[in-house]
């Protein structure tokens, strides 16, 4: 299995005005506070109407393709699902969710502590002898909490990168073991020590996945499968192993990787590890949303949990001064008062926006089928598109 490289999910890097910002996943620009979405958001009425406008103005952001679907069953599509074709866009088509897989590992991993078969303060070593050693990396020091909650201090620095055009076509169908990418991690040094610094690490919920294979003596993806989607009724979330491809209907991925360049379809990939692999659909999504926030998924204690946040790094702070993350999850701020949760994720080619209300009784799924890695400018165009369109919906009067 890989791991998500250079401008896969999380370790895109965009400079801004000569300094490097590192946009993660699910913070990606999917953090971005009603002030950077161009200030708050009304509420534009029930129904159709309002999420087709939002999700073509998505598209005119520079997305191919849109699709929507709020926890209602209302639904849009805008764009084309593949620019040769110009066949649109299926309200029911599959896509890469990136790391919103992050939050299902999470789930299982907190069910575990509900089943008092480890705790958030077991250190890593516990269950993972040696794994976590090397430059400064040490596994008797890092906790499932630090892991979980992006503290852990351990780099992705050495991934490979998919930063072109190039580098995308000779790696999209490269697959390494979960030990091979803790390898590459321990080969550089550590961001910072452990539970002193919040820092993205993808490689954190890849030994997350080496973890729960040890709790519970199954591959952690078979116990998101019998954890997770079977009780949240989702049967059209897929773990594709190493399949570069998706389940039909889908939406091409497309990337611009420069500035002036073309859109390159980048919808093939092999990329499967715990920290982003499974494949699913805007409906499956809003299923696990409301699951995981209405008791179905965890018990009081586990959602507690989970939603115990804390501010991250300086970098995405200066952006989104709100925005703080739990375990396996991340959070900021509703302009009609209130927070959002947001299990989000980008994965080569697909941008993975969720939110859900406090209450779990408002959500919304949307899948974007382009990466606009040129520019900060248009990468933040099309997110703040996606956050109105996030704002409108759970903001709005939906008819509960």
């Given at each position: 299995?890989v791991?998500?490289?250079?401008?896969?999910?999380?370790?895109?890097?965009?400079?801004?005005?000569?300094?490097?910002?590192?946009?993660?996943?699910?913070?990606?620009?999917?953090?971005?506070?009603?002030?950077?979405?161009g200030?708050?958001?009304?509420?534009?009425?029930?129904?159709r109407?309002?999420?087709?406008?939002?999700?073509?103005?998505?598209?005119d952001a520079g997305?191919?393709?849109?699709?929507?679907?709020?926890?209602?069953?209302?639904?849009?599509?805008?764009?084309?699902?593949?620019?040769?074709?110009g066949?649109?866009?299926?309200?029911?088509?599959?896509?890469?969710?990136?790391?919103?897989?992050?939050?299902?590992?999470?789930?299982?991993?907190?069910q575990?502590?509900?089943?008092?078969?480890l705790?958030?303060?077991?250190?890593?070593e516990?269950?993972?002898?040696?794994?976590?050693?090397?430059n400064?990396?040490?596994?008797?020091?890092?906790?499932?909490?630090?892991?979980?909650?992006?503290?852990?201090?351990?780099?992705?620095?050495?991934?490979?990168?998919?930063?072109?055009?190039e580098?995308?076509?000779a790696?999209?169908?490269?697959?390494?073991?979960?030990e091979?990418?803790?390898?590459?991690?321990?080969?550089?040094?550590?961001?910072?020590?452990?539970?002193?610094?919040?820092?993205?690490?993808?490689?954190?919920?890849?030994?997350?996945?080496?973890?729960?294979e040890?709790?519970?003596?199954?591959?952690w993806?078979?116990?998101?499968?019998?954890?997770?989607?079977?009780p949240?009724?989702?049967?059209?979330?897929?773990?594709?192993?190493?399949?570069?491809?998706?389940?039909?209907?889908?939406?091409?991925?497309?990337?611009?990787?420069?500035?002036?360049g073309?859109?390159?379809?980048?919808?093939?990939l092999?990329?499967?590890?715990?920290?982003?692999?499974?494949?699913?659909?805007?409906a499956d999504?809003?299923?696990?949303?409301?699951?995981?926030?209405?008791?179905t998924?965890?018990?009081?204690?586990?959602?507690?949990?989970?939603?115990?946040?804390?501010?991250?790094?300086?970098?995405?702070?200066?952006?989104?001064p709100?925005?703080?993350?739990?375990l396996?999850?991340?959070?900021?701020?509703?302009?009609?008062?209130?927070?959002v949760?947001?299990p989000?994720?980008?994965?080569?080619?697909?941008?993975t926006?969720?939110?859900?209300?406090?209450?779990?009784?408002?959500s919304v799924?949307?899948?974007?089928?382009t990466?606009?890695h040129?520019?900060?400018?248009s990468?933040?165009?099309?997110?703040?598109?996606?956050?109105?369109?996030?704002d409108?919906?759970?903001?709005?009067?939906?008819?509960?």
């Amino acid at each position: 299995m890989v791991a998500d490289r250079g401008v896969t999910r999380e370790h895109r890097v965009i400079a801004v005005s000569g300094k490097a910002i590192r946009a993660l996943s699910g913070v990606a620009l999917a953090v971005v506070c009603a002030a950077a979405a161009g200030g708050p958001a009304t509420a534009h009425g029930a129904g159709r109407s309002a999420l087709q406008r939002d999700a073509d103005a998505i598209r005119d952001a520079g997305a191919t393709g849109v699709q929507v679907r709020d926890g209602h069953g209302r639904v849009a599509t805008s764009g084309v699902a593949d620019l040769e074709t110009g066949r649109p866009v299926s309200p029911h088509g599959y896509f890469r969710i990136g790391s919103t897989n992050k939050t299902l590992v999470a789930t299982v991993v907190l069910q575990l502590v509900s089943e008092q078969k480890l705790t958030l303060d077991d250190p890593v070593e516990t269950w993972l002898p040696g794994l976590i050693r090397g430059n400064g990396n040490d596994g008797r020091n890092i906790t499932v909490r630090h892991l979980l909650q992006h503290t852990s201090g351990i780099s992705d620095a050495n991934w490979p990168a998919m930063d072109t055009e190039e580098q995308y076509l000779a790696l999209r169908y490269t697959a390494r073991t979960p030990e091979e990418t803790v390898a590459l991690a321990m080969a550089a040094e550590p961001e910072s020590a452990p539970g002193a610094e919040w820092h993205y690490s993808n490689t954190g919920y890849v030994v997350l996945g080496l973890l729960i294979e040890r709790v519970t003596g199954n591959a952690w993806h078979e116990e998101v499968d019998a954890r997770v989607l079977g009780p949240a009724g989702m049967h059209h979330t897929v773990w594709p192993g190493d399949s570069p491809g998706l389940p039909r209907p889908h939406a091409e991925g497309y990337t611009r990787f420069a500035e002036g360049g073309p859109l390159v379809n980048t919808t093939e990939l092999i990329d499967a590890d715990a920290s982003g692999g499974y494949l699913s659909t805007t409906a499956d999504l809003n299923r696990f949303l409301r699951a995981l926030f209405d008791g179905t998924l965890l018990d009081d204690a586990g959602l507690a949990a989970m939603r115990q946040t804390m501010p991250m790094d300086d970098e995405v702070t200066q952006l989104w001064p709100d925005a703080r993350y739990g375990l396996g999850i991340f959070s900021r701020s509703l302009p009609c008062g209130g927070r959002v949760w947001i299990p989000s994720g980008d994965q080569l080619g697909y941008s993975t926006r969720t939110a859900v209300t406090e209450d779990g009784r408002r959500s919304v799924v949307v899948s974007v089928t382009t990466q606009q890695h040129d520019s900060f400018d248009s990468a933040l165009a099309q997110e703040r598109a996606v956050t109105r369109l996030i704002d409108n919906a759970l903001c709005g009067d939906t008819g509960d």
